[in-house]
């Protein structure tokens, strides 16, 4: 079992940046992969980024890539988000994930464990 904890979402303008950060629970952390996900009004949750199990693979929505970067500590059992030049776009509930085979998916179905999410409002 994985317990997962948001934190970092708040209010920014256009331009601006935030990092995220994702507390997880249990000692099994590290052979996890770790996702972002993220959930607009009236949106289905998309993918955002992810991370295999010990960093080595990234992946990125087309959206995000070169502003947003997944990084993790497994010795702090946490993931975070590092997102720059944001956009009013970008305003929307962001979920991590944790993800037992390890590889670091793009599809939500393919994660184990999820947090109850953070909020971002980017404003313009």
């Known amino acids: 079992q994985v317990q997962l904890v948001e934190s970092g979402g708040g209010l920014v303008q256009a331009g601006g940046s935030l990092r995220l950060s994702c507390a997880a629970s249990?000692?099994?952390?590290?052979?996890?992969?770790m996702g972002w996900f993220r959930q607009a009004p009236g949106k289905e949750r998309e993918f955002v980024a992810a991370s295999s199990w010990n960093g080595g693979y990234t992946a990125y929505a087309d959206s995000v890539k070169g502003r947003f970067t997944i990084s993790r500590d497994n010795a702090k059992n946490t993931v975070y988000l590092q997102m720059n030049s944001l956009k009013p776009e970008d305003t929307a509930v962001y979920y991590c994930?944790?993800?037992?085979?390890?590889?670091?998916?793009?599809?939500?179905?393919?994660?184990?464990?999820w947090g109850q999410g953070t909020q971002v409002t980017v404003s313009s």
């Open positions: 249990g000692r099994t952390f590290s052979s996890y992969a």
């Open positions: 994930a944790a993800e037992a085979y390890g590889l670091g998916s793009k599809v939500r179905a393919g994660y184990d464990y």
